[in-house]
């Protein structure tokens, strides 16, 4: 890893509306993303995994406030606007999305897509762009891709248009790559051939990536580091390996435990109980508290800050344990308790992509 | 992936048209049964209407044989069926000539008017995207304005023109269509305006709705995302996919303007094909308010055949007569 970070989101604190109908949405969330490194985003529906994703993009909804920096390959983003917004966005950073067929244009066809970013943003000529997007379709695994690009979205499976998303995505060579949950609209297989492509070009051309999932699993194959949100804040960061074996917040411990292929094998699976909610919904002091097995006086007070976790126990990996932070009250008191017995972690990468 | 032809095969093309002509024959006669029957229907004889109160009986029995008036209805219909199908539309009771020289000359002048109006009626498509684009100030004002627009019977707007830009001002001719291309053009104007300003209005409105609709896809984020100039989002992608019932209902009211000539033809006394139908109707003169109800219908008929393949064109979703998903 080098020290360049293409992403770094600092405090961004974003909310909608304004006086008595203001509506937070996110509360002092920082999440960085090296050169070359894939940094995984997760946590339940509504915890405001996509809205920090987008935030990279200056893709906040209508009328956010926004309080903190997002700046992504050096370049702030809050408060770009018209060419520089557009030369960001053309050249810097790339988006993958949940569902293809909504994201590419379905009347045009599909070569007009793929065409259009270096057209309109690097000013490629219509020959150049096409040549580029060829050579990557055929990385994608497209045969013909020639004959793909006069076709139209319809005639195309899930799969195959993520592909051709992928390839759009990366034709440009942006320093960072978004990816909101770019799996989840597809079956399983398909989901895996379309990781493996993703994964495999994304690191060969070196960008960095932020990868939104709610499959725990999923992350824990293919990310260097996760940060766990909960109702629009960051209530854990660490390296995957020291995430899955040595979880820090109750939250945390809870999703693992939740999880069918990562819950150790002799331990009962358990689901959280109660629903999760946004940050506007969330109880004053830890949001987590309304649902956490171990909440207890003092827990419903104070927001807890994300601390870096103070390694007690040696276990060899302290390096590791230096990049592990956690937004309990009790995270020294808890301890171990919330350490799963033991844990099937699958390799990075191939663990999952095959 | 699924590797399947071109959007619009030829094949399938060449046979849907096909298909569409044979259904437009066969809406054709059934038309001209329920034209020949509501037209018989109405009470009046065409030969007193044509000879005045004071004919002579002998005059009226006259008449009546030379347009078999007095045969059965099944029977006249026959006949005028089978002079129809030798393209023969029968003879004008009040011009005594025959139908097609009645109409003849008249085509060109309406087809003009028509053909000016629709022009004009494509500026709903401007205004439905400026008011789609800049919500506001500009917006509202569009959406105020076309909503008069749209309530405003041609009639009205026709009293208007005149009354402003033809007695008041004096900058445009009231009445007749002028020799010349340039004095044809200042005499159809205010006619134009009359027929097209509530079209305008209502395509305003749908082309602002698809345009909002679309504004709001995600694909249309996603290209804004990758950094594509804002004003071909609009034109690539939010427009284009905007198109399909922006070109029906333009089409549609394209269509409709025919109609409404007959209004707008006598306000500005021009003699066109709607001037005739109201002449006609009272007048009586069956043969003509039959060919031109029948001449309606088919434009009708092969505007909605032209939409549809328009449609197919610019959906690659849209197979020829069906709507896939
Ligand atoms: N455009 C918007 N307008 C209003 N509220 C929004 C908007 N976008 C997001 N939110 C709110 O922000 C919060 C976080 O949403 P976000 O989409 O980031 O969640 P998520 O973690 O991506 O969830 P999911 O897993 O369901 O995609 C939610 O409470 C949501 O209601
Ligand atoms: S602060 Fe309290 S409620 Fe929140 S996670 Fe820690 S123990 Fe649970
Ligand atoms: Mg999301």
């Known amino acids: ?354 | 992936m699924a590797a399947s032809g071109p959007a619009l095969g030829t094949r399938a093309a060449v046979l849907f048209v096909g298909r569409r002509l044979a259904s437009l024959v066969l809406t054709l006669l059934a038309t001209s049964f329920l034209v020949f029957g509501a037209v018989h229907l109405t009470p009046g004889d065409p030969a007193r209407a044509m000879l005045g109160p004071h004919a002579t009986p002998a005059a009226i029995a006259a008449i009546h044989a030379q347009y078999h008036l007095d045969d059965p209805f099944l029977v006249q219909y026959a006949h005028w069926l089978g002079g129809l199908s030798r393209g023969d539309f029968g003879r004008s009771i009040q011009f005594r000539q025959d139908v097609t020289s009645v109409l003849a000359p008249r085509i060109a002048v309406t087809g003009e008017l028509v053909a000016y109006a629709a022009a004009l009626t494509m500026l709903g498509v401007l205004l439905g995207v400026a008011a789609a684009v800049r919500p506001g100030v500009v917006d509202t004002g569009i959406v105020v304005s076309t909503t008069v627009a749209t309530a405003m019977p041609s009639f009205v707007v026709a009293i208007l023109l005149v009354a402003i830009f033809g007695v008041k001002l004096g900058w445009l001719p009231v009445v007749g269509v002028g020799d010349g291309p340039v004095s044809r053009l200042a005499h159809l104007t205010m006619p134009a305006v009359a027929l097209a300003v509530s079209l305008v209005g209502l395509l305003a409105r749908v082309t602002r709705a698809g345009v909002l609709d679309q504004l709001g896809r995600e694909h249309v984020e996603v290209a804004r995302a990758r950094g594509v100039p804002w004003l071909r989002v609009v034109r690539r992608h939010a427009l284009r996919n905007a198109l399909g019932p922006i070109l029906t209902v333009g089409g549609t009211l394209v269509a409709g303007i025919l109609v409404t000539t007959s209004i707008v033809e006598t306000a500005f006394g021009i003699h066109g094909l709607g001037e005739l139908l109201v002449k006609s109707v009272a007048q009586k003169d069956l043969p003509v308010v039959q060919a031109l109800a029948l001449l309606t219908v088919v434009v009708f008929v092969v505007m909605n055949l032209v939409i549809d393949v328009v449609a197919a064109l610019v959906d690659p979703r849209v197979a020829l007569g069906v709507r896939v998903a």
């Open chain 1, 1 to 354: 890893m080098t020290d360049i970070s293409v992403l770094e989101i600092d405090r961004l604190t974003v909310s909608l509306g304004s006086g008595r109908a203001a509506r937070p949405i996110l509360d002092e969330v920082t999440v960085r993303v090296d050169t070359g490194e894939v940094v995984g985003l997760v946590g339940e529906s509504g915890s405001g995994k996509s809205v920090t994703c987008r935030a990279a993009l200056g893709l906040l909804p209508r009328g956010a406030r926004v309080n903190g920096s997002v700046r992504v390959a050096g370049t702030e983003v809050v408060g770009l606007r018209g060419s520089g917004l557009r030369a960001l966005r053309s050249r810097q950073v790339a988006m993958i999305y949940q569902d293809p067929r909504a994201c590419v244009n379905p009347v045009r066809r599909i070569g007009d897509f793929l065409t259009e970013g270096l057209r309109t943003g690097l000013g490629m000529s219509a020959a150049q762009a096409q040549e580029r997007i060829i050579e990557l379709l055929e990385l994608v695994g497209i045969r013909d891709p020639r004959a793909a690009m006069r076709q139209f979205p319809h005639e195309f499976s899930g799969g195959m248009l993520q592909r051709m998303v992928i390839a759009a995505a990366l034709a440009p060579e942006p320093a960072l790559l978004l990816a909101d949950e770019p799996t989840t609209a597809l079956d399983v297989t398909t989901q895996a051939e379309v990781i493996a492509v993703l994964t495999a070009l994304r690191a060969s051309r070196g960008t960095g990536m932020l990868f939104v999932t709610h499959d725990l699993e999923l992350a824990s194959a293919i990310c260097d580091r996760i940060y766990v949100m909960y109702a629009g804040r960051v209530v854990e960061h660490a390296p995957v390996r020291r995430l899955f074996t040595r979880p820090r917040h109750p939250y945390t411990a809870a999703l693992l435990m939740s999880t069918p292929t990562l819950a150790s094998t002799n331990a009962r699976l358990v689901a959280i109980e109660g629903r999760p909610v946004g940050l506007a919904e969330a109880p004053p002091g830890c949001s987590f508290a309304g649902r956490c097995v171990h909440v207890r006086d003092g827990c419903r007070d104070t927001v807890p800050p994300l601390r870096p976790v103070l390694e007690r126990v040696s276990t060899g990996d302290a390096l590791e344990a230096a990049t592990q932070s956690a937004a309990c009250l009790f995270e020294g008191e808890l301890g171990d308790l919330l350490a799963p017995r033991s844990v099937v972690v699958p390799d990075a990468v191939s663990g999952c992509v095959g």
